[in-house]
């Protein structure tokens, strides 16, 4: 939800209320809007600062709200009326603003920010864009370049930083809030205009076709296979060609595609497993509170168990002639799922931790799970143990010879 007060008899203050930062969920979205219609509506108030609750200004969209059927006002009609408000609306940012948290902020006509705070627009990093505007604004207001390293990265920047990039107005190191409140109630009557960032054009370099298409490569050959970071791209070639609602359609016709992409919904399963591990330890507490006693699993059996297993199918493969050699199971791990290029792959680690040490390990859990098969060594493995362990780069000789022997 999101509190209604008013200060010194003429401020409006909104409060976004949603611990622990602020996410714009649907009761968020529709405490605002209510909001608004009553600033609106009061001849008393002259001027609106937003702010959230607990010294966070807002950690963006409701990410657990992606995954159901969405209810409520939407972010972006939302948006546009505080901006197209004519009484000034100004956002007070404390903590965080990121994604749909700094698409609200820049929907405000001034942003005053505590110099730590962090602002970012992280959506990418969640398989999306900025779709409540951001990819629209963002770019009128700092230029192209800056917004193109901003959203595609979605990397997070210091308040003092985005004060160089003009995306805050200005930064304190004392109370953003009433830092806030003071500078709504002095711009009271300044035109509003030149303040609604939709309206303007957006700046961009004379030789913008190809700045955009050197960063679609660079960022192509980054992402890898990733879908959002070329949409960014393509969003912000909307910001630059086309007119603020035009390009509000493309970026929603973006956003549509990722939206239900399955790469969207594995990186916010990311972030969420991401936070849920680094809880086990309190559920651990909780356990034992109660009298329970959880099995000790030790986190290297939890990773040896994956890891292994997964190793050994890979013997399994390439005995089965599905794979010429192991390079080619490593390359599809390494470029295709993110295996960290610095560990070679799947089939190279395991030569790197020893192929003896690998197949004690898998008769060891084999023994003590008879019932999961993946966990019982490939004969391909055993063969291998058996010849010496050979180095990765001779496996390939070995299979040959192996598979001429097996057809005589
Ligand atoms: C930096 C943080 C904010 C804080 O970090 P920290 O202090 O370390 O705390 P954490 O442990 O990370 O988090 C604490 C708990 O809060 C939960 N959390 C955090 N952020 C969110 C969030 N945004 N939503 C929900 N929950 C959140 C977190 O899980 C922890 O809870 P728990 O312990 O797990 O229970 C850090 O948290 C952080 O970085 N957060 C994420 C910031 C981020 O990525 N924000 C961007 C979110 S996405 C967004 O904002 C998108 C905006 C655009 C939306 C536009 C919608 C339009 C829809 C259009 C649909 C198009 C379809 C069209 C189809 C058609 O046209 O037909």
């Not at 970012?120 to 999306?128: H, N």
Request: aromatic share 6%; glycine share 10%; charged share 20%.
């Amino acid at each position: 939800m999101a509190s209604y007060s008013v200060l010194h008899g003429s401020v409006a203050l909104i409060t976004l209320q949603n611990p622990p930062v602020n996410a714009l969920s649907a009761a968020v979205r529709a405490g605002i809007t209510d909001a608004v219609q009553r600033t609106l509506k009061d001849p008393q108030v002259t001027s609106v600062v937003i702010c959230g609750q607990n010294g966070r200004f807002c950690g963006g969209a409701d990410i657990r709200e992606f995954g159901g059927s969405m209810s409520g006002p939407p972010l972006v009609p939302m948006i546009n009326a505080i901006e197209a408000m004519d009484k000034p609306v100004v956002a007070a940012i404390e903590g965080v603003a990121l994604g749909g948290g700094l698409e609200l902020a820049l929907g405000c006509h001034y942003r005053i920010a505590h110099r730590q705070a962090l602002v970012g627009l992280p959506e990418v990093t969640l398989g999306l864009l900025p779709a409540a505007g951001g990819s629209q604004r963002l770019p009128r207001l700092i230029g192209l370049p800056a917004a193109l390293d901003l959203i595609t990265t979605g990397k997070h920047i210091l308040a003092s930083e985005a004060l160089k990039l003009g995306i805050v107005d200005q930064v304190t190191d004392g109370n953003a809030l009433n830092m806030a409140v003071e500078f709504a109630r002095r711009i009271v009557g300044k035109p509003l205009d030149p303040r609604r960032i939709s309206t303007l054009p957006c700046p961009s370099p004379p030789d913008v076709d190809f700045l955009l298409d050197r960063v679609l490569a660079q960022v192509r050959k980054r992402a890898r296979g990733a879908l959002a970071p070329v949409a960014c791209v393509g969003a912000l070639r909307a910001a630059v060609f086309l007119p603020f609602a035009q390009g509000m359609e493309k970026e929603r016709e973006l956003m549509g595609a990722l939206f239900d992409s399955g790469q969207a919904r594995a990186l916010q399963y990311a972030f969420f497993s991401q936070r849920l591990v680094s809880q086990l330890e309190n559920h651990c507490c909780y356990w034992a509170r109660y009298g329970l006693v959880p099995r000790h699993i030790a986190p290297e059996e939890i990773l040896e168990r994956c890891l292994y297993a997964l190793t050994n199918e890979g013997f399994n493969i390439l005995q089965d002639g599905m794979a010429a050699g192991p390079e080619d199971i490593d390359a599809i791990y390494v470029f295709g799922y993110g295996w960290p290029r610095h560990r070679g792959g799947p089939m190279f680690h395991a030569g790197q931790v020893g192929l003896a040490r690998v197949l004690e390990k898998l008769e060891h859990y084999q023994h003590k799970h008879p019932d999961v098969p993946y966990l019982k060594p490939s004969p391909l493995l055993r063969r291998l143990v058996a010849a010496g362990s050979p180095a990765v780069q001779k496996w390939r000789e070995f299979l040959n010879k192996d598979r001429v022997h097996s057809q005589l």
